[in-house]
């Protein structure tokens, strides 16, 4: 039995793919098999999904498929250039050809690592997303953003390599942690506010429900985001223009997380908490009402997701780490802010000044100062 | 005063760039200019190059360029993983944003890694070609191909990188060592062995100039050999097909080079043993007469390159070398033939006993076996 599925498809001419999501996808043996280019196949999880998942995904490629297997340990501060290595040299050592198919099963760590790794290895192999978080499902693994950290910058070392389909299971979502589920429900959230203000009332009304699980909100809120990102990223591959919308709350976020190490602090908490701040910086430089901002902060609030960044970090670490930063072009500072619910803008030269304000206020941000 | 010059296009939809090839091209202040993309700019070079490059590159810079410098050590056993994380991380420490353009200068070794650091610093940024050996002006610089070594394989992992601009300043191999000059002439006779028998005979004619470093000669046998390789690679900019074709006498070569530890044999020197190989293997099918093979062997020669492979490679090292080559697609022994001089042809299915009767000819090879 097939269970109901939706797909949403990512136009990038010769490089178009859909986005498969359905309850109990990973249960069809045809949902894998379309996509792989050979008979070489290498799965990419970690040490938490391998017993969960490998099983499953083994049990999806045809008898003939000659397959390598490698399991990182888990967590972001793996996302690094030694991993990378260890898998090229792992696809090496067990010759894997041109013709390989790599498939990344877990979360945004795996699917940009594994990514990465399809792009470099002999110029350029096929890959395919099974990401099994929230965080990945709507976010990382669309739109072939591929990267590694190094402990200068977060996403430093990469390329853009999109893969042959993303296969989303929401049954993954059941055995989620809370916490990650909330990062995840952070890039909805994003959604809603750079790009949909009724998606975001939508959000405003049913962040119990997602909380709660219900698959029905789950599969709904997922569609709206794979389509939210799959329009900005047709329209703009590449990140020249109207991609760095998608980096909304990002810049603050990517901040915050080199601060504390990667790993304390989950991408989609700092991304929560910089959400917030950057709605508050928007309010102050009069572009949105306190109103909204509040609003922003309350729904970020209601997904279980940190509203303010740790309060050690003063803003001169903020603007020393954000110094480093990619969205910051040529020495000027560039950052997404919104002018409502659901419009986001590319803001040039903001004033120091009101930034540093912004930086300043801790727990009261988003509140009108008057 | 400006020398005359050579502008050959490479047809790339929004990736064209031009090949400029002009003796003291690098004398002319405007020749760099017009490829940078912001005020960062990094030279990339090696130890023995920095002294006499270097002063001469800064001199081409705008005054308000922010310049970082990055000189790695000389040799094909330094183009590797570790190398490369040195460069970014550069980088990286220079704050150097996606707006930076890196300029390589030397040979292929520090054309490759620069161009594929270029490739995955921030997941793509500039970068310049400025070759400065024979091999590299002619082949490595054009086509976008970058890449590092592994100890497993040659050029396993990179990615395909256009460069905004080469610059070729014959000037450069008035000063080459004799040996390296040499190299580059393999590929040099490869442009005429498959694609282009009018080249070929006109490389029989004036191969003592060549080695005797006419200008006259090798301007134009730089430029044949760039319009050569710019029409291939326009037509297959990914390797799909007819790019293929360029990769005459390289797997050979590779395995050469694999075999002996990259370093005692030059590129170009394994390439000539390899361009013999796939000659002798040609005729011995039948694809090509004999006679031609001869005469492809006594312009390798001509060229002062070794025409065979090291006496101590067996038969049976080469296959298994051959294995991890990423021209052996999915298990298929696949190499590139001729069916004349000036006629490369890609052949699937190569009679496993047609190729060790090959392998074990040794000094023998191109000759009639009657």
Excluded at 125 to 154: C, R
Excluded at 266 to 286: C, I
Aim: hydrophobic share 45%.
């Amino acid at each position: 039995m097939t269970a109901p599925r939706r797909l949403v498809p990512v136009s990038l001419g010769d490089r178009s793919y859909d986005i498969c999501i359905g309850a109990g996808l990973l249960d069809d043996p045809s949902c894998l098999r379309p996509w792989l280019v050979g008979r070489e196949v290498c799965l990419v999880t970690n040490q938490t999904l391998a017993p969960v998942y490998l099983p499953r995904l083994r049990a999806l490629l045809p008898g003939e498929a000659r397959v390598t297997e490698f399991v990182m340990e888990d967590g972001e501060r793996f996302k690094n250039f030694e991993t990378l290595s260890a898998l090229l040299e792992t696809l090496l050592r067990a010759r894997h050809s041109r013709a390989t198919t790599l498939v990344a099963v877990g979360g945004g760590v795996v699917g940009d690592l594994t990514g990465f790794a399809a792009a470099i290895y002999q110029r350029g192999v096929a890959f395919v997303q099974v990401p099994t978080t929230l965080l990945a499902q709507v976010d990382s693994s669309i739109g072939g953003k591929t990267a590694v950290n190094h402990p200068l910058g977060k996403n430093m070392i990469g390329a853009f390599h999109q893969p042959r389909s993303v296969l989303i299971d929401t049954d993954c979502l059941q055995s989620l942690p809370e916490r990650e589920l909330s990062a995840g429900l952070a890039e909805v959230v994003k959604y809603g506010a750079m790009d949909d203000g009724a998606f975001f009332a939508w959000l405003e009304a049913h962040m119990g429900a997602l909380r709660a699980r219900d698959p029905e909100a789950l599969g709904e809120a997922i569609a709206q985001s794979c389509q939210a990102k799959a329009r900005v990223v047709a329209a703009d591959e590449r990140e020249g223009g109207a991609r760095a919308l998608l980096n909304f709350g990002h810049t603050f976020g990517h901040a915050i997380e080199t601060h504390t190490g990667y790993g304390p602090w989950l991408h989609g908490e700092a991304v929560g908490a910089g959400m917030v701040l950057a709605a508050d910086l928007s309010a102050r430089l009069g572009m949105l009402s306190w109103e909204a901002a509040a609003r922003l902060k309350a729904l970020v609030a209601a997904a279980g997701l940190p509203v303010a960044p740790p309060s050690e970090m003063t803003p001169d670490r903020f603007l020393e780490l954000m110094a480093l930063d990619k969205k910051v072009l040529d020495g000027r500072l560039r950052l997404i802010l919104l002018t409502a619910l659901g419009q986001g803008v590319i803001k040039e030269g903001v004033p120091l000044a009101s930034l540093q304000e912004t930086l300043a206020r801790g727990a009261s941000l988003c509140q009108s100062p008057r």
